[in-house]
């Protein structure tokens, strides 16, 4: 019989790190069956969804109370589909707060469970780090600073950089790009990426719309690309659109990494499009909005232990992105910040070189090194 394995993700970031990873175990493991949560990328690698990725998607603690006693129903039914279907193992992408708890209860069932994107208990919340002792076999980490804390606390874990760094070339040909967006490749280019999520493209569209025209009064030659992944999220942000910036000519794009890597600038929410950006060598301003009762619970209780939101800050160890968070996510504070980067080249030529450095180190041929793991795993090994 062939091996089953269950996987799930719940965003795109999940689904494109999950894809990379059926697809490098199809190679060791051809028979193999995928099933689990997935979305577009790793339904075509094979994978079995069976309900669709987004009704997993949330971002933020007021946000996910709202939609929590779903998602607790829809982990009910996964843990009891697996337990009653056991898959010789299970893998979570990502989402700890909803896939920590079902690896906890398929593991106490004998289930293998693994744990793909360490939980940034680094960062916040270092107490979950308990239970990720409980919820996982193997935690298979994509940023190098997490394995020496992860094994300090007792969890098994195995860095393997990450995919998206194998997947991006280190040279980006941005006239490639731009034709594939029929831009001419002497345009001033700016990407605006308000997120994935619903919650984000609600929160983000007005203020990165709003920087857009404060911008266009000074440069009137700035064109603008927008990519949106889905299109409930292309409903919400043309229907922001035309509500606040009606005469502001757009390029909407299904293609976020073209649009990225044909920009000058990015201007992005915080989440992955700013590692994606970094390894596209594309300067960025980045901007975040939770909500007000979320960002009070998040600085009054001190639950943020870094100094900066954007991964791409914390591996570069410094702000070369200016974050624009909060209250500060207003167009009279990143328009004149976006602005003054397009006009400063060697500032942006540093940057890039940097951010062309820290891809250098990521890059580890994460996808085969997480297979392997994995198979180590699969035949009962220690790491």
């Known amino acids: 019989m062939s091996l089953v394995i269950g996987i799930v993700a719940n965003e795109p970031s999940g689904d494109q790190l999950g894809a990379s990873i059926v697809r490098a175990l199809r190679e060791r493991l051809p028979d193999a069956q995928f099933i689990g949560v997935a979305g577009p990328k790793m339904q075509a690698e094979g994978c079995k969804s069976l309900f669709p990725m987004e009704r997993l998607s ?9 939609v929590l006693p779903e998602l607790l129903r829809l982990r009910g039914q996964l843990a009891r589909y697996f337990m009653l279907n056991p898959p010789d193992l299970f893998i ?4 700890p707060d909803f896939n920590l708890g079902l690896e906890t209860r398929l593991r106490r069932t004998g289930i293998r469970t693994a744990h793909v994107v360490s939980p940034t208990v680094w960062a916040w919340r270092a107490g979950r780090v308990k239970s990720i002792r409980r919820a996982v076999d193997l935690m298979l980490s994509i940023f190098p600073f997490e394995e020496p804390f992860l094994r300090e606390h007792g969890v098994p874990v195995c860095y393997v950089g990450h ?12 006239a490639k790009a731009r034709a594939r967006l029929g831009l001419d490749k002497n345009q001033t280019l700016v990407a605006l990426l308000p997120g994935s999520r619903i ?3 609600r929160r983000l569209v007005a203020p990165m719309l709003e920087t857009a025209l404060r911008c266009r009064q000074s440069r009137p030659d700035l064109r603008f690309v927008v990519p949106l992944v889905s ?3 292309r409903l919400e942000f043309e229907a922001q659109h035309q509500a606040i910036a009606p005469d502001l000519d757009l390029l909407l794009h299904d293609c976020g990494r073209d649009a990225i890597a044909a ?7 915080s989440g992955t499009a700013t590692l994606e950006s970094l390894l596209l060598k594309r300067p960025m301003l980045v901007a975040y909005r939770v909500s007000p009762l979320t960002y009070r619970l ?9 100094p900066y939101a954007a991964m791409a800050n914390l591996l570069a160890g410094r702000e070369l992105a200016p974050e624009f968070l909060q209250n500060r996510c207003r167009a009279d504070l990143m328009a004149p910040a976006l602005l003054a980067l397009l006009e400063n080249k060697p500032r942006r030529a540093s940057i890039c070189a940097e ?14 090194q997480a297979a392997d793991a994995l198979m180590h795993l699969l035949s009962g090994s220690k790491r």
Do not use: F, N, W
């Not at 949330?58 to 709202?66: A, N, T, W, Y």
């Not at 995919?163 to 941005?174: G, N, R």
């Not at 920009?263 to 929410?269: E, G």
């Open 58 to 66: 949330v971002m933020g603690l007021v946000e996910v109370l709202r």
């Open 92 to 95: 979570g992408i990502d989402a």
């Open 163 to 174: 995919p998206l760094a194998d997947e991006i070339p280190l040279q980006v040909d941005v």
């Open 199 to 201: 919650s984000e493209v």
């Open 231 to 233: 299109e409930r999220l």
């Open 263 to 269: 920009a000058d600038c990015v201007l992005t929410a």
């Open 298 to 306: 998040i600085t009054s209780l001190k639950l943020i232990k870094v």
């Open 355 to 368: 951010y062309e450095r820290i891809h250098q180190l990521l890059r580890q041929d994460a996808a085969r």
